[in-house]
């Protein structure tokens, strides 16, 4: 199999993938399975070690000096080069699992949820300082679950597989209810609750979006045409650019411009997203009106 071919396969869905991820995350992590792609490494071990990658890049950052900096940023870039890793190995594999797929939401979940403590720890340990961190906290979270949202939405005009956060959770809580009539399993009962949790949090910001939604139907045709172009506008406030520019800033010594930038540049993108969203959704036609 050639190489662009592979790389395709390893991807969930290059209609609605980020382009920093595109074009050179993704490009990274793929020629970094090709090489443990021989080894028996399971997708839920590289998740692991993306959690552990995590973890000591939030410990590095609660130092605060610039020489600490530069060690978390560079455990933070390993851990975004693990957290893309698990997933193209498991496609690549065909052995993903439901539970391998709750785990690596845990392990960004408690990553980003780390290095922020590390981050307020680190700048200052002040109420100040305390109050910008959980703003820029809430705000990232805000902005790529609204990215997340709408991305899944197109997909579902694609592929037609992709639920709003709303079935998975119905979906997990099920499977978790099965799962506490079974004896012992205390580790897989503890991550299905801390998913659980995870989910309810997306859930929380998008429930009133979700349920519009789902009242309101478009024809795919229309839909997949008005928004060809608007998806990659709402790419550029994912996850990865996030990533990206907290690495850029720790490796320059300006974590504040890192919060800064999320709390005013992003938050004011996001909005303008949101009502550009919004007149595209008000043109585009009806599956109803189509049907008629």
């Given amino acids: 199999m050639k190489f662009a071919e592979e790389y395709k396969k390893s991807l969930k869905h290059i209609e609605a993938e980020e382009p920093l991820d595109l074009y050179f995350y993704r490009v990274i992590s793929f020629l970094f399975i090709k090489i443990i792609l021989p080894f028996p490494i399971t997708?839920?071990?590289?998740?692991?070690?993306?959690?552990?990658?995590?973890?000591?890049?939030?410990?590095?950052?609660?130092?605060?000096?610039?020489?600490?900096?530069?060690?978390?940023?560079?455990?933070?870039?390993i851990y975004y080069l693990f957290d893309l890793s698990d997933g193209q190995v498991a496609r690549l594999k065909n052995n993903g699992t439901k539970l391998g797929r709750i785990i690596d939401g845990i392990a960004d979940y408690v990553t980003h949820l780390a290095i922020y403590i590390g981050l307020g720890?680190?700048?200052?340990?002040?109420?100040?300082?305390?109050?910008?961190?959980?703003a820029a906290l809430i705000s990232l979270m805000v902005q790529v679950i609204l990215f997340d949202f709408y991305r899944n939405r197109y997909l579902e005009y694609i592929v037609g597989e992709v639920n709003l956060f709303g079935d998975d959770l119905k979906q997990?809580?099920?499977?978790?209810?099965?799962?506490?009539?079974?004896?012992?399993?205390?580790?897989?009962?503890?991550?299905?609750?801390?998913?659980?949790?995870?989910?309810?949090?997306?859930?929380?910001?998008?429930?009133k979006t979700a349920k519009e939604q789902k009242i309101k139907k478009f024809d795919s045709v229309d839909f997949l045409k008005r928004n060809k172009l608007i998806i990659r506008l709402w790419s550029f406030m994912g996850s990865s650019l996030h990533i990206t520019l907290l690495i850029v800033m720790s490796v320059l010594n300006h974590i504040d411009l890192y919060l800064y930038g999320i709390l005013i540049f992003i938050n004011i993108y996001a909005v303008l997203m949101v009502v550009l969203q919004a007149l595209t959704d008000s043109k585009t036609k009806s599956a109803e009106k189509d049907a008629v």
């Fill in 121 to 134: 720890i680190g700048i200052g340990n002040n109420l100040n300082t305390w109050l910008l961190v959980i």
């Fill in 43 to 77: 997708p839920n071990q590289i998740s692991i070690a993306a959690l552990v990658m995590g973890v000591i890049s939030a410990f590095f950052y609660s130092f605060g000096s610039k020489e600490a900096f530069l060690f978390a940023a560079a455990f933070y870039a």
């Fill in 172 to 207: 997990f809580q099920q499977e978790y209810e099965e799962l506490k009539s079974a004896r012992g399993k205390l580790t897989e009962k503890t991550i299905y609750i801390l998913y659980l949790k995870y989910l309810g949090v997306q859930q929380l910001f998008i429930s």
